[in-house]
């Protein structure tokens, strides 16, 4: 009987643990699937941009920092960058535009360049991530740069006006004087030349490099109104004041203004050309003050050195030097067709947000984005740009960012051949109607 009772005792509590167990084996299995629920999928953001650590060391620098930060607050996110340098990322964004291959989140332009990818269904509207209050940090009239029929396609992160930089040291040497006009910015030229110093750096392989220069002639001799007028049809690339233009492009040329085989040199090695002290003068955006006001890989004494000024008005001209070649710089955008659209959006936020004094304090541009700079410490001539741009009477948007790509194309190609002596001025001219009458525009 003892036996029995004990085997019974055995038998019924091998049933009751296998009751516990049964019992919490679901309980368990049912937490540890709401765990994993409550974890969110991993996630790849492919992030395209034109900063290279080579060519914007500083941007490249801030761009890796805030990723860094996004990826730490958010560890499901593994964003995946691909930098390319600004004529190849151009080349690269409309091939894989043409197969609908575009990366989650990319770099454009505003005006007539975004407008093919709006058409073809391309990039998907921002205007919820800006309507969760990212607005009210734009200045006034960024956005609306990168609107077609009232929709907002990409969120700029820069502004830009065109300086003509200056190395103080040559002129002083050469007992030059920044020029007041036209003719006298010419004769600095002629002096220049004439002591065999390369008077001003250019890499016109790029084409849009020139097209600075044709549109501030265009603006001096023409007026404020003249270049956009013929893109926009509502005037002529025919006009007078545009041959003028294209006329005085040559004169340069022919005066040996650029240095030595611009029209084979790349932006960045134009540049190296006024970095190296081997050119006296350099055109280009504010996006290059930080080479010539923070960036430490770059002597002191060469930035020290540094100055701009003004392009010069043409004396008879309908143009004033408060007059810039500018406006809103590159923006993000985020593809219509991106399998992780919403993570790529709040990304663009984010780094939005991040973005802006980090540009002026570390990156030394000006961002699309207000920031109070009265308490912070910046360089003299970032302040003076500044001061310049609120300054500014009027700021025409890049002339090849204006229009459509093909006819932008034809602009560039010709920007090249006006250079290179190959066109005439009126030819130029004519070229750029036909672009402009096949696009319909």
Known sequence: MKRKRYSLFIVLTMVFLLAVTGCASPDTTSNENAQASDSPESVTIDFMHLWPAGGSELHNRVVNEIIEEYQTANPHVKIVQEVLENEQYKNKLQVISASNQLPDIGMTWSGGF?????????????????????????VAGTTEAYQVDGKTYALPLELNIVPLYYNKAIFAEHNLEVPKNFEEFKRVVQTLA????????????????????????????????????????????EDESLIKAAEEIQNLVNMNAFVRGFNGLSNDEGKSEFLNEKAAMYLMGSW????????????????????????????????????????PGVGLFVAENSPVKEEAKKFVKFFVERWGEQAVTRVGIIPATTVDTSALDLPQLY?????????????????????????AETHLNMIQALFGNQVTPEEFAKRHEEALAAAGK
């Open 383 to 407: 302040i003076d740009v500044l001061n310049d741009l609120g300054n500014a009477s009027n700021v025409t948007l890049f002339a090849d960012v204006q229009m459509r790509a093909d006819v």
């Open 114 to 138: 975004i407008q093919p990818y709006v058409e073809g269904n391309r990039f998907t509207p921002l205007d919820d991530i800006l309507a969760d209050g990212l607005k009210e940090l734009f």
């Open 288 to 327: 290059e003050l930080p080479n010539f006001t923070t960036n430490e890989e770059i002597p002191q004494e060469f930035r020290d050195n540094v100055g701009y000024f003004k392009f010069p008005a043409v004396e008879g001209g309908k143009g004033n030097a408060d007059s810039w070649v500018g406006g």
């Open 194 to 237: 004439d002591n065999n110093v390369a008077p001003i750096a250019l890499g016109n392989k790029d084409r849009w490099t020139g097209s600075l220069w044709y549109m501030y002639l265009a603006d001096r001799i023409g007026g404020p109104e003249v270049l956009t007028s013929a893109i926009n049809r509502s005037g002529s690339f």
